[in-house]
């Protein structure tokens, strides 16, 4: 049985481990200008939808189940942390400054930038090739044995091989996939499923998930997820190399070209 | 320069010059048609104007859910108001029985009108819920005449596009576009869950506009203007929100 592991091993081992040995090529990039683009673009949206968002939470930082909840009403849970608004009982005497303004228009601005990029990502990704051949899995790769491999890689924190830094491991992939089509779409769905415009034509789209009350908590939760694989995603980043995986993303170059690909 | 650089600078130049067209076109179409909210410039311009432009193609005639009895909110909720000044107290002291909204602007017959009138105009009511920016949510039963019914009882004029309606309170105003002014479910709401509309939730009249957040229903209106642009009132943003950092539109 072809595992990740048998078929990258040779590839990996025919790679020079030194970048100065093998000229950097121009011809072939590590990733292409598109998903450089985009990736930086949706960073960028990403850290500006999380700032205002928090700041939006910090206004009213209860959450409740169902239709409606205020603070007559008793919340699913509350976050330990003083409110921008003197209404809200949080028990710490004292009231933050209201920034949800300009929250309000940063997290919608960054969230149309954000859904416009990713749907230009998503398109061309199917019209190029790169979300079959980079992103789903290929069929020796799917298996549990593979899979078990490469989490116990991960969990031993092991640097990655050589190939590694021109293909994405399973974990990855499967990562990437979720959260392009999991977690962002749900995001957008539990977002607009707020908005009292967009559910008076879609009512569905808000009784579906419980309520308004249970969108905004739902919401809550997929932008936890989505912080947790920000964290894990630039953390693998410093163990697998900050520089080179920084210059592929940015430039689209990387030190060693494998043999196959040149 | 090969062949393949000159395709791509070709193909890249035709593209941005249909881009920039492009936009053109739709900014052109968007201001036509009544896209572009009063507060579209600065840095905030082009998702306030993508938000408002999508939502109002895709809600122009949508209705706010309405709830079932069993789902008002028990207790009521009002939130915090700030201390009403000496003009409201007067009133308030006389059982609002002075209380007057006015209606001026592009319109064929401006005109006053008292509770009692605007009471005597046949009665609707919602069972709707008020959203706030911040987070919080309450369902209540909402009593009032539908604002289109005043309306058409002054004549609007067809070139009108905007409604703006003011507090008593000061610098409490708002504006709304002809969409929301027309729509069935925009109330001058003078009865809450089955009673008077109390101080607290904005009576003796207060603006509902469920499809919008609390923010956009102004509580203690006296007065309505009808106009065709924003540009003379206030600083031009549409309303005292865009002036306090909130967005106009206020449908998400």
Not at chain 1, 46 to 57: D, K, N, P
Not at chain 1, 197 to 212: D, H, K, M, R, Y
Request: include cysteine.
């Amino acid at each position: 049985m072809a595992t990740s592991e048998s078929v990258r091993q040779p590839l990996g081992a025919s790679v020079p481990s030194s970048s100065s040995s093998v000229p950097i090529t121009t011809i072939t990039s590590r990733h292409s200008a598109l998903v450089r683009i985009t990736h930086w673009i949706t960073t960028l949206c990403f850290l500006a939808l999380l700032v205002s968002g928090i700041e939006i939470v910090i206004s009213h930082p209860r959450f409740y189940w169902g239709e409606t909840g205020n603070v007559l009403t008793t919340p699913l849970f509350k976050l330990p942390i003083p409110s921008s608004r003197n209404l809200v009982p949080t028990g710490y005497g004292y009231v933050l400054p209201d920034q949800n303004g300009w929250s309000r228009y940063l997290h919608f601005q960054a969230a149309w930038i954000a859904v416009l990029t990713g749907l230009l990502y998503v398109i061309s990704s199917l019209f190029t090739g790169h979300l079959r051949k980079d992103l789903l899995p290929g069929k020796a790769d799917l298996s549990w044995r593979a899979f078990l491999t490469t989490t116990a890689n991960h969990l031993r924190f092991k640097r990655p091989s050589a190939a590694e830094a021109w293909s994405y491991n399973l974990l990855q992939r499967l990562s990437y996939l979720f959260v392009i089509f999991f977690l962002f779409p749900l995001v957008i769905w539990t977002g607009l499923a707020m908005s009292p415009a967009f559910v008076s034509a879609f009512p569905a789209t808000v009784t579906l998930l419980g309520g308004q009350q249970s969108a905004r908590t739902i919401h809550f939760f997929v932008s936890l997820t989505l912080v947790l694989f920000l964290t894990v995603h630039v953390i693998m980043i410093f163990l697998a190399g900050f520089w080179t995986r920084m210059r592929a993303m940015i430039t689209g170059r990387a030190a060693s070209p494998p043999m196959e690909r040149t | 320069m090969s062949n393949l650089s000159r395709r791509k600078l070709i193909t890249t130049g035709l593209a941005a010059t249909a881009g920039v067209a492009g936009l053109g076109v739709a900014a052109r179409l968007a201001q036509k048609y009544g896209l572009v909210p009063p507060d579209h410039g600065g840095f905030y311009g082009l998702g306030e104007t993508l938000t408002y432009a999508s939502q109002r193609l895709l809600t122009r005639h949508s209705l706010a859910r309405e709830f079932s009895r069993s789902q008002i909110s028990k207790p009521p909720f009002a939130n915090e108001i700030l201390p009403l000044n000496d003009a409201f107290k007067r009133l308030q002291a006389g059982a609002f029985v002075d209380w007057r909204l006015s209606i001026d602007g592009m319109v064929d017959r401006p005109a006053t009108f008292s509770l009692a009138q605007l009471k005597s105009y046949p009665s609707r009511s919602q069972i709707t819920m008020v959203q706030c920016e911040e987070g919080w949510s309450y369902v209540a039963e909402w009593i009032g005449v539908p604002l289109s019914h005043v309306l058409n009882l002054v004549g609007v004029h067809p070139q009108a596009r905007y409604v703006a309606y003011f507090s008593i309170q000061p610098d409490w105003w708002e504006s709304m576009d002809m969409a929301d002014a027309l729509h069935p479910q925009t109330f001058l709401t003078y009865g809450m869950n089955g009673g008077e509309l109390p101080v607290g939730n904005g009576g003796p009249l207060r603006m509902r506009l469920p499809r919008q957040l609390g923010y956009k229903s102004v509580k203690f209106i006296t007065h309505l203007t009808v106009t065709d642009s924003m540009k003379g009132f206030g600083r031009g943003l549409g309303s005292a929100s865009p002036e306090g950092g909130y967005a106009w539109y206020a449908g998400i």
